[in-house]
């Protein structure tokens, strides 16, 4: 059972490049989430999604785009990498009960 | 909006004794989930334990249990025996619920907690 699967989980950007994080769970949750979470803080969320062809801002959704084509599939786009972007990013889904999390990806971008 | 508050950035605890992490909530919502997180060093997020806002009794899990406090909207977690495994970040999340399906989740500032030998 892979649950939660996020890919790249290493990559360096450089200012001004794009790139898209790719999350894909094998779970059939309808609820999915992109999280970033700087050094020593707390995961801030970016976008959600309830349900195939429903998205919605989270609290730091400038500079990412999303889209939910699939219940399985997640990406995250970053257009115009910044350097405020270097973070590490987590995927998730969820139950009601309890959300799973990818392995995260760092991304630095320079 | 909802915000989840965690005001220790930082505590430390001696092995095999207890220490309670504080953890504030602002919601108008009636229908919710409270949640502690663990994350080692390995970045791993580990649900610790839960709690359903319609329940009057205080979630328990081992060592680990809340003290839910609706009105005050406060999650207090507390570890017994505290032990050398136990050093991670924790962060208290709240969800909302829609239905039986989830709900937008969000996410404390995480305090970091340090078990000493």
């Known amino acids: 059972n892979a649950g939660v699967t996020q890919t790249p989980k290493f990559r360096i950007l450089k200012i001004g490049q794009s790139m898209t994080l790719q999350c894909t769970q094998d779970m059939n949750h309808n609820y999915m989430y992109w999280y970033r979470q700087d050094p020593g803080m707390g995961l801030k969320l970016i976008y959600y999604?309830?349900?195939?062809?429903?998205?919605d801002k989270g609290e730091v959704p400038n500079g990412y785009n999303v889209s939910r084509s699939t219940t399985e599939d997640f990406p995250l786009r970053l257009e115009l990498a910044a350097p405020s972007q270097t973070s590490v990013y987590f995927c998730a889904s969820s139950t009601n009960t309890e959300a799973f999390f990818g392995q995260g990806t760092r991304l630095t971008v320079v | 909006a909802q915000t989840v508050t965690q005001s220790q950035p930082e505590m430390s605890v001696q092995e095999a004794e207890t220490v309670t992490l504080s953890c504030t909530y602002d919601t108008s919502e009636n229908n919710y989930y409270l949640f502690w997180y663990k994350q080692p060093p390995s970045r791993q997020m580990i649900l610790v334990i839960r709690q359903e806002a319609y329940k009057q009794q205080n979630a328990t899990e081992n060592r680990f249990s809340v003290n839910f406090q609706k009105a005050a909207k406060s999650f207090s977690l507390k570890i017994s025996d505290s032990q050398l495994g136990d050093t991670a970040m924790y962060f208290c999340a709240f969800m909302k619920q829609r239905g039986n399906q989830g709900g937008k989740l969000i996410f404390g500032q995480g305090t970091e907690l340090s078990v000493k030998p």
């Open positions: 999604s309830v349900g195939a062809g429903i998205t």
